[in-house]
């Protein structure tokens, strides 16, 4: 099919683009494949992976804050924060389902990698923050406090909140 090969060549061309621009601010790279890249921690920095819910929390408490850090989103529903390398998980999120701390030479699926449930994807480009990867207290505060608000507030995870409004008998265009 020539659509699909020229999008390949375009999506080629644009995983070399994000790869040389990791690469030259330091965030060292590595091509997995034609579709993926992979980030490699433990020398500039680790990275922290959470669930997207606990994502959410941890980027609205540092809104408020007014800090951006970079964020990064997969299509499995987790998100992950570039840290200063060299950090330690705190005991209290070891026993958090879906917490899990990259380092030490690991690597991470980086954007704009595509894999078969999706795309990872940047939902805070590192660009937007001068590639600085934010302090690892920093980041993992945020996500001990989100972790605490979640468990005090979603007793009932299961439980499905009430619609706003409910439309009975409306049409619809």
């Known amino acids: 099919?020539?659509?699909?090969d020229s999008y390949r060549a375009v999506y080629g061309a644009e995983l070399r683009a994000a790869a040389r621009e990791l690469n030259d601010h330091g965030?060292?790279?590595?091509?997995?494949?034609a579709s993926t890249l992979r980030l490699v921690t433990g020398t500039v920095l680790d990275v922290l992976e959470v669930?997207?819910?606990v994502g959410r929390g941890v980027c609205a408490g540092l809104?408020?804050?007014?800090m951006v850090v970079p964020v990064a989103g997969t299509p499995t529903g987790a998100w992950w924060y570039p840290i200063a390398a060299g950090?330690?998980?705190?005991?209290?999120?070891?026993?958090?389902?879906g917490v899990v701390l990259h380092s030490g030479g690991a690597t991470v699926l980086a954007p704009p990698s595509q894999v078969p449930d999706g795309w990872v994807h940047w939902r805070v480009a590192p660009a937007l923050t001068g590639y600085r990867v934010p302090a690892?207290?920093?980041i993992l505060s945020a996500v001990t406090a989100s972790v605490r608000w979640r468990a005090e507030h979603d007793r009932h995870p299961g439980a499905q909140r009430p619609a706003a409004a409910v439309a009975v008998g409306a049409r619809f265009p």
């Not at 809104?63 to 007014?66: D, I, L, T, V």
Request: charged share 20%; aromatic share 6%.
């Open 136 to 138: 690892s207290d920093l």
């Open 27 to 33: 965030w060292t790279v590595v091509e997995e494949s």
């Open 51 to 53: 669930p997207a819910g």
């Open 63 to 66: 809104r408020a804050a007014g």
């Open 1 to 4: 099919m020539p659509g699909w």
């Open 87 to 97: 950090a330690v998980l705190p005991a209290e999120l070891h026993a958090v389902d």
